[in-house]
C-alpha cells in the first residue's frame, strides 16, 4: 500500500513511483466513463504514435495520465470521449501543467516534458480536435469514418460502401480490465 522507489538514472537517485495507485484509479475511472477510458487511452496513444512519431513526449504513462485528467466521466462514446478528451487540451492547457501524480502527489508526472515538447504536442491536439468533432458530428456513416481515418491514418477501416452499409468486421479483440498494466 505504500510508494515503491525505481531508481532514476539521469538524475541518479531514487524516485517514489506508486502503480498499484495508478492501477486502481483507471480502473476507477474506467468505471466512471462506462467502460470507454481505457479504449480512450488506446486510440490516442495510437495517434500520438502513429501521427506524429516525430514529437518525442508525451507518451506512455504521462499521455495516458494527461488523457484522464481531460477525459470528462460519464461519456458514452469512445468516439465522444476523443473528442471531448481532445477538446479540453485544447481549450483549457495553452501551457503545460503540473500532473500530480496519483500515488505520489508530489511527483509532476510532465517534469521531464519540455516546454517546447508540450508546445509541439499541444499544437497537435488542437488540431486533431477539430478533426474529431468534425467526425463526432458528422451527417453520414461515410463522412465520419473518413474523418476519423483522418486523424488516425490508414488502419481506421475504409467507410462502408453502399451495398454493403454494416458495420466492420471487428479484426481483433481488447483484453478484458485486470488488475495488470492495460494502457
Known amino acids: 500500500s505504500d510508494p515503491l522507489y525505481i531508481p532514476d538514472r539521469e538524475a541518479d537517485s531514487w524516485?517514489?513511483?506508486?502503480?498499484?495507485?495508478?492501477?486502481?484509479?483507471?480502473?476507477?475511472k474506467n468505471a466512471r466513463c462506462n467502460g470507454h477510458y481505457v479504449n480512450i487511452v488506446k486510440c490516442l496513444k495510437w495517434w500520438r504514435k502513429e501521427k506524429f512519431p516525430e514529437v518525442k513526449?508525451?507518451?506512455s504513462y504521462p499521455l495516458e495520465h494527461f488523457i484522464g485528467d481531460c477525459?470528462?466521466?460519464?461519456?458514452?462514446s469512445i468516439a465522444e470521449g476523443i473528442t471531448l478528451t481532445?477538446?479540453?487540451i485544447s481549450s483549457n492547457y495553452p501551457q503545460k501543467p503540473f500532473l500530480?501524480?496519483?500515488?505520489?502527489?508530489?511527483?509532476?508526472?510532465?517534469?521531464?516534458?519540455?516546454?517546447?515538447?508540450?508546445?509541439?504536442?499541444?499544437?497537435t491536439a488542437c488540431d486533431a480536435a477539430i478533426i474529431a468533432r468534425?467526425?463526432?458530428?458528422?451527417?453520414?456513416?461515410?463522412e465520419s469514418a473518413n474523418y476519423w481515418r483522418d486523424l488516425f491514418g490508414n488502419k481506421f477501416p475504409s467507410p462502408p460502401t453502399e451495398s454493403n452499409n454494416v458495420f466492420t468486421k471487428r479484426e481483433s479483440?481488447?483484453?478484458?480490465i485486470s488488475g495488470g498494466r492495460f494502457a
Open 15 to 28: 524516485e517514489k513511483t506508486h502503480p498499484l495507485e495508478q492501477i486502481s484509479w483507471t480502473q476507477q
Open 57 to 59: 513526449h508525451p507518451k
Open 71 to 76: 477525459c470528462p466521466d460519464g461519456i458514452e
Open 86 to 88: 481532445l477538446e479540453i
Open 100 to 123: 500530480a501524480d496519483r500515488g505520489v502527489p508530489e511527483h509532476d508526472v510532465f517534469a521531464r516534458l519540455t516546454d517546447e515538447d508540450y508546445e509541439a504536442f499541444y499544437k
Open 134 to 142: 468534425k467526425a463526432y458530428d458528422a451527417d453520414s456513416t461515410e
Open 173 to 176: 479483440v481488447s483484453s478484458d
